[in-house]
């Protein structure tokens, strides 16, 4: 632990003091002997705020610890049924109310981006922000051609403020590794690893404005979702700026309700949104608290969302996002023996696992929640079961879902506000079957058949060579693997492993070039060419997976 780090942790459990907040120091263990000192230290006696409810002055110090704990707070406020109302209510205010640096910082940033005055690059720049949120703060302007549209300017020194609190979340990552016996399984570092990388991502706005263009293009034409426009020309990594919309804030009920939206309409739309992205476009925006979600209300009886803030945003695997459709398909029809066998093809198990036994443990989690509208139900505590279900099978954290499983429990956090009675299975199931069917169509096959083929090219090419070189080491008897003792049991298992996916990739061309080969002479029938692609894919599909 260097001195910079102790340092920090000194400075957070000092916050914590000084806020009445002693019960997260033992409840945490976070440096615990040493409070005393803060105790015996006159300045926390004059300091010392027992003012206020628990959640302001939980609020409060969240808000002086800095952007990273902001943003915990954040996440923390989508979660009303697993916090106290006096909290969530008041880790709201973090959402959108986060206190705004200097106006005359923000000017100064701007024109030392444009290397001209802000007079000079707008029409009218307001220095009153317009919203302020952990990493940056907006300000409303208008381009010298006359449109609306919103400057972006990241917090000065926010860099260093977020590097140094990365260190100590390393830290305590390294000891939780070392000295909490899940530590292996749950992989803290790796998950504090993808995080800086997400947080560090934020700081670059020409970063977001590429993501906000790639989500706009997502949904050209599209009635469910509008994203602003990004004007390029005025952008910089750490200004950017976009076209202005007028909306209602999707946590302002009261006013949805007052313009007479259809709420039951509204919400199922964000559901499909959400599959949208994750399944169809393979891109989602991953930081969906109500601050950064608007309702255009022009045609309440079909109203549609407005998003911003694109800092972070999400991408899976191909194979992780193909197991997690599965997932979901076999929990829909209540297949809980498909959902422990697909844990155990994912390597998200060990494969000694027993399926049975996982079908089981799976079943008793998810089984009460099903067909239950959103209000009698909380993903949270089905995460807890599964988090218990995990510890007892040994399931790995995937640090690359991360995103994705914070982006669920933003989701269920504002559908809980916006329609407690949403049937959010009865929405998401035809969504998914239809990317499903779309997925095994024909036309879907021959599209991937076709992104492959320089890779299935270039492996036909070689494979003569190998197998020579191979069959020469083999007659020679050169052909040794040298291994350690203890771990001659697993190599055994990874060589049949190996020899099973170089089955696979032989048969897999063998299929895929005498379909091809069908398609290119034969005129008809073209049902055995297709089938010998498709099954060729398939298999090709299992060697990757």
Known sequence: MTLSVFARLLQIQRVLVRHGLDEFIDKTHLLRPLRFLFYLSPATWFERRRGGSRGERLRLALEELGPIFMKLGQVLSTRRDLLPPDIANELAKLQDRVPPFPSEEARAIVELAYGKPADAVFATFDTDPLAAATIAQVHTATLKDGRQVVVKIVRPGIRERIERDIAVMYTVAELALKYWSEGHRLRPVELVREYEKTV????????????????????????????????????????????????????????????????????????????????????????????????LTDNPEYPRYAAVDFGIVGTLDPRDQYYLAENLLAFFDHDYHRIAKLHIDSAWVPTQTRVDELESAIRTVCEPIFRKPLSEISFGQVLMGLFETAQRFGISIQPQLLLLHKTLLQIEGLGRQLHPELDLWKTAQPIMQSWMRERVSPLSILKRLRAHAPEFSEAIAVLPQLLHRATQLAADGKLNIPVKDEQAAITRLELRADARRRDYAILSTAFILGGALWLTFAREPLWPGVAGVAVGLLVFWRTRS
Not at 242 to 247: K, N
Not at 249 to 268: A, F, M, Q, W, Y
């Open 200 to 295: 560090l991502d934020e700081l670059d706005l020409m970063r977001e404005a590429a993501n906000a263009s790639q989500l706009k293009r997502n949904f050209d034409g599209s009635n469910l979702l509008y994203v602003p426009e990004v004007h390029w020309e005025y952008c910089r990594k750490n200004v950017m700026v976009m076209e202005r919309i007028h909306g209602v804030l999707i946590s302002n009920i009261d006013e949805l309700k007052r313009r007479n939206v259809n709420i039951p309409r509204l919400s199922e739309n964000g559901v499909e949104i959400f599959f949208t992205q994750v399944f169809r476009h393979n891109f989602f925006h991953a930081d969906m608290h109500p601050g950064n979600i608007f309702v």
